[in-house]
């Protein structure tokens, strides 16, 4: 779509909002940016638009007269494509995408999208160190963008032919694309997540397969072998495709043509030796995954092996993601606030090594949670518990034999009720299971508040 003299519609006044806005107004269109929030502030959203022109502001309503001579509109991730503003939008034949997909059409360089249930953030950040690395020895650019925190719309019309950008993609995200294309996808696991939303697991997988919808013979998906969901997915893909497993018997699939795999120790790509497990600084089995992937999208890009082998070598893991944070008396503690559904938080509790008191609970997102106490083994003693999950959570432990449970109303509860029982050489970590949005604004906000609250205990 050309955008300029365009007038058009912008869902959502959050951070993606706001990026959408700006970049339509640099491309000429005349913005309206609603929000359905009647307690908003139209002078606290200019304020974000910092100098942006061309753009009113509706708040709680959007006037008939405004619809009625709409030629398109762009929705924020947060709204729902079924929700009542955006059918009756569709009924009245405006054209709806979303701001990946806008940001998307005016881009340029190549593009690498990742998506996947669990592993994005991780996965992204060091896609994004090695063509950095890469870029700078090539006097190109690389972007890291998407739902990893910075928006698409920030820089898309700022990307050349020599940029890449990489995307974190989530399913809220895909659920609004049209001519998306990346020249490498993928899609690292497909558990249940976000089902309060996409409301069946058939539906959440076909929503996560849309990475791949416009892709070419000439572009590249990246799988996981190990996925049932996804080494489905790569029989019916009709793009060139690349899995990566951690068992090395799938290495001799006759009907596998490149794979990353791991032989003993070491990750190999085909029959070549990348880098051995032990050289990584990032910890767990599920991070050998994340690596691997990463191996395969930009040894497809055409990255040298020796630039993915040495940005591996330094890359240490993202905040809130099995984040070390300091050790108390002997007590190693660990922010995995990112780990936002059971099947996150099971990885969290595999990379533990020690005895561990567990911090869980947060926002209902109809998860189930009996695989995740399953995982405790014997590896977790106690069972602190908050949110609005906590009584949900608290009854399957007790299901499946686990009573040591506590329940708190705060972080700092929670903080010091772990300080309180955990002893020498063991670890305290927070790995919710849950969304945030019950008590906090974000993963990141609950991160960083349990992150202070650890470095504010005694020694």
């Known amino acids: 779509m050309e955008y300029r003299d365009k007038r058009l519609l912008v869902v959502g006044s959050g951070i993606s909002g706001i990026s959408a806005a700006g970049l339509l107004s640099r491309k000429g269109a005349h913005v309206y940016l609603f929000d359905s929030n009647e307690k908003l502030k139209a002078e606290d959203i200019r304020k974000k638009l910092g100098d942006t022109e061309n753009v009113d502001i509706l708040i709680g309503d959007i006037p008939q007269d405004i619809r009625g001579e709409l030629d398109g509109a762009v929705l924020s991730p947060g709204v729902p494509v079924d929700s009542p503003l955006v059918v009756s939008l569709k009924d009245e034949g405006i054209t709806i995408i979303g701001e990946i997909e806008l940001a998307y059409s005016v881009s340029g360089g190549g593009l690498i999208a990742i998506t996947g249930t669990n592993g994005k953030t991780t996965t992204t950040s060091l896609v994004g160190e090695i063509c950095r690395n890469y870029c700078a020895s090539t006097k190109g650019e690389a972007y890291v963008v998407g739902n990893i925190g910075s928006p698409y719309a920030d820089i898309a019309d700022k990307t050349t032919d020599d940029c890449i950008t990489v995307a974190e993609i989530s399913s809220f995200q895909l659920e609004t694309i049209d001519t998306f294309a990346p020249r490498i996808s993928a899609i690292l696991n497909i558990t249940p997540d976000h089902l309060n939303r996409h409301k069946t697991m058939e539906n959440y997988v076909k929503i996560k397969e849309r990475i791949a919808e416009n892709q070419t013979e000439d572009d590249t998906l990246v799988l996981n072998y190990d996925d049932p969901y996804t080494r489905d997915f790569g029989k019916r893909a009709k793009t060139r495709v690349i899995y990566f497993t951690r068992e090395d018997e799938y290495a001799s699939d006759e009907k596998v043509a490149d794979i990353v795999h791991l032989s ?47 940005t591996i070598r330094s890359f240490k893991a ?13 007590v190693d503690y660990y922010n995995d606030s990112k780990g936002t559904n059971p099947d996150a938080a099971i990885k969290g509790i595999l990379a533990m090594v020690k005895k561990t008191i567990l911090i869980g609970g947060g926002y209902d997102k109809q998860s189930e949670y009996d695989e995740w106490i399953e995982a405790f083994g014997d590896k977790v003693r106690y069972l602190i518990l908050m949110g609005e999950t906590a ?69």
Not at 318 to 330: A, C, D, F, M, S
Request: charge should be negative; include cysteine; proline fraction near 3%.
């Open 264 to 310: 003993g120790d070491i990750i190999m790509y085909n029959d070549i030796p990348v880098i051995g497990i032990h050289e990584m600084q990032l910890l767990g089995t599920h991070n050998q995954e994340n690596v691997m992937a990463a191996i395969a999208m930009t040894y497809a890009y055409g990255i040298p092996m020796d630039i993915i082998r040495d």
């Open 318 to 330: 993202v905040e809130h993601r099995i984040e070390y944070v300091r050790t108390v008396r002997g």
């Open 391 to 459: 009584g949900k959570i608290a009854d399957c432990a007790k299901a499946h034999g686990f009573t040591n449970i506590i329940m708190v109303s705060s972080m700092e509860e929670a903080v010091s009720k772990a300080y309180e029982l955990s002893k020498p050489d063991e670890a305290v970590l927070l790995s919710p299971a849950c969304a945030s949005w019950d008590m906090f604004k974000s993963y990141e906000e609950r991160g960083r508040i349990f992150k202070e609250l650890v470095k504010e205990l005694e020694e």
